[in-house]
């Protein structure tokens, strides 16, 4: 079965940290571009990080950059994303995603992990 499972989510004090995983099974990442996102209540699905392979380094959107750091190893079939220092606006939805290379409207997504910050 094709799939990917996040897990690492939960809640966390303003300041604090979380790494968040993604376990790919049925299929090799090393294809795959893989992916965070994030959709908070009432809000659009946001990109929080991409690796294109692992040997790429990570990029992420401006509003993203300085506390996530998202890394992935492929013999693994893993994705991995360190948040640091975390702020009650990243509260959300946590997804993971992989996109195939060549043919990228095929796609993956986990089911999400919940990430709450909150005093």
């Known amino acids: 079965q094709v799939q990917l499972v996040e897990s690492g989510g939960g809640l966390v004090q303003p300041g604090g940290s979380l790494r968040l995983s993604c376990v790919a099974s049925?299929?090799?990442?090393?294809?795959?571009?893989m992916n965070w996102y994030r959709q908070a209540p009432e809000k659009e699905r946001e990109l929080v990080a991409t690796?294109?392979?692992?040997?790429?380094?990570?990029y992420y959107p401006d509003s993203m950059k300085g506390r996530f750091t998202m890394s992935r190893d492929n013999t693994k079939n893993t994705a991995y994303l360190q948040m640091n220092s975390l702020k009650p606006e990243d509260t959300a939805m946590y997804y993971c995603n992989a996109r195939h290379r060549s043919f990228p409207t095929v796609e993956i997504w986990g089911q999400g992990t919940q990430v709450t910050v909150s005093s």
């Open positions: 049925g299929f090799t990442t090393s294809n795959y571009i």
């Open positions: 690796v294109v392979s692992a040997a790429s380094t990570a």
